[in-house]
């Protein structure tokens, strides 16, 4: 299995390793915070009704001050925000796909999208959207197979923080729309489109994959998920140094960075943390870093 694939699911899911029981949703406390804090780890793909098998939800949320996600909810469904994602996925006027990608990845691509969208959507339609928008469109497609009925405007994260505005919380987001934006389509295109190749050749395994991520995070398997997320890694075709650095600029740099801005916030207000589960596990994952920093991070029951 390819790292480039995981790349592809990665950007609709992500997961974990080192507790000893399935749970998504932490309290963060001790070192010096006057109210507990709480971290939950989503799959960008699982709809709300997901909420009600978390144990702990309603509580968390409902004693934290404000719901920090990824990106605050405007700069996921804002007009401004869908029209710089647009233009971010729009190819250059040289670089279609029927220019940057070779007969058969181009035939393939046509054919997967017209089975998974009942004949309503192919390749003529994609024709100037640049091959990272079409591995994320793949991994969402893939992925919807396995929640039957999924509304985007239903999807986890952002339900989250609908419900905080319910409540009459504020919400905020560690990170920008476009540096996320940048994150998932800013590599060059001939890079998207080597990488779309791979990810196309290897299509049925990554519906595997995909399927497996999703039954995990369904149990709150956290130990499964990690386990599937570093076979990824260590199957793949890149360089140990190329790995590093993919990992570090997916991960590890984004973790850091947050856990930082929770450092100056935590201590002030109550909040409640809504990243992608990948984020949480691990050496540098969210929950390890907080605990090195001396807070105590624990399941919520």
């Avoid at 992925?143 to 952002?158: H, R």
């Avoid at 989250?160 to 729309?177: M, V």
């Amino acid at each position: 299995m390819k790292l480039h694939r995981f790349g592809l699911i990665a950007s609709a899911i992500v997961a974990f390793a080192f507790c000893a029981n399935a749970q998504l949703l932490w309290k963060i406390s001790g070192n010096g915070l006057n109210k507990p804090s709480f971290v939950i780890g989503t799959h960008h793909i699982a709809p709300a009704s997901m909420l009600d098998s978390i144990a702990g939800f309603d509580t968390a949320i409902n004693q934290c001050d404000v719901v920090y996600g990824e990106i605050e909810k405007s700069g996921l469904t804002g007009q401004d925000a869908q029209q710089k994602m647009l233009t971010k996925i729009t190819a250059p006027a040289d670089s279609t796909l029927s220019t940057v990608l070779d007969a058969k990845t181009y035939a393939a691509v046509d054919s997967i999208f017209k089975a998974h969208t009942a004949g309503m959507l192919g390749i003529n339609q994609l024709e100037g959207m640049c091959p990272a928008f079409i591995e994320t469109q793949l991994a969402i497609l893939i992925t919807m197979s396995e929640f039957p009925g999924f509304n985007p405007m239903e999807q986890i994260d952002i339900a989250i923080q609908s419900k905080a505005a319910e409540l009459g919380k504020t919400t905020g987001g560690f990170e920008t729309t476009d540096f996320q934006l940048d994150l998932l389509y800013g590599a060059p295109i001939s890079m998207q489109a080597s990488d779309l190749a791979k990810s196309i050749a290897d299509f049925e395994k990554s519906k595997t994959m995909a399927k497996e991520l999703t039954e995990c995070y369904k149990r709150h398997d956290i130990n499964g998920l990690n386990k599937l997320i570093l076979q990824e890694y260590e199957e793949s075709d890149y360089t140990p140094e190329q790995k590093q650095q993919r990992f570090e600029k997916l991960f590890t740099n984004r973790n850091k960075n947050w856990v930082q801005q929770l450092k100056t916030i935590m201590p002030e207000k109550s909040v409640f943390v809504v990243v992608g589960s990948g984020h949480l596990p691990g050496n540098d994952g969210v929950i390890d870093l907080l605990k090195r920093e001396g807070y105590t991070v624990e399941p919520m029951k």
